[in-house]
């Protein structure tokens, strides 16, 4: 029985512009409508929501993700440009995991963020690596 490598789903405008320090089993889309189809074909670990392309949609996104059986398994982890209390106290209860803030992210990128996507890809819950209580 052949078993699917684990891959790690990035939805984003611009690839270059989330930090990943490896490309192999990573797959971009840039596009909304293809959210779903491709979580679908790949069914995926994780995914990292650019907030700053998605906006508004994060939440339907994310409300769609939670409410289906299908994709209970998959963590949820979001990137963003910087924090801000109130939204990212509503997009944990619709079910992210984590935060990646671009300004962290870019200080300590080799370390912070290779071990997150490590840990998403080795399907263990990610510990608090990123400062979420800003």
């Known amino acids: 029985m052949q078993t ?5 789903l990035v ?12 490309k192999k089993n990573v797959v971009n889309i840039n596009s909304l409508s293809r959210i779903f ?3 679908h074909e790949l ?7 650019d ?13 769609r993700l939670t409410s289906n059986p299908f994709y209970s398994d998959i963590k949820i982890y979001c990137y963003k440009s910087r924090p801000h209390t109130k939204v990212d106290g509503l997009l944990t209860v ?8 671009a300004d962290t992210a870019k200080k300590q990128k080799s370390n912070i963020t290779s071990k997150l996507f490590g840990y998403v890809l080795d399907g263990v819950m990610a510990p608090k690596l990123i400062d979420t209580t800003h």
């Open 4 to 8: 699917r490598s684990k891959q790690l």
């Open 11 to 22: 939805v984003t405008e611009d690839a270059a512009s989330i930090t990943i320090p490896f």
């Open 37 to 39: 189809p491709t979580i």
């Open 43 to 49: 069914k995926p670990v994780g995914i990292v929501l």
């Open 51 to 63: 907030y700053d392309f998605i906006g508004n949609e994060t939440e339907k996104v994310l409300r």
């Open 94 to 101: 619709l079910g992210v995991k984590q935060f990646i803030y």
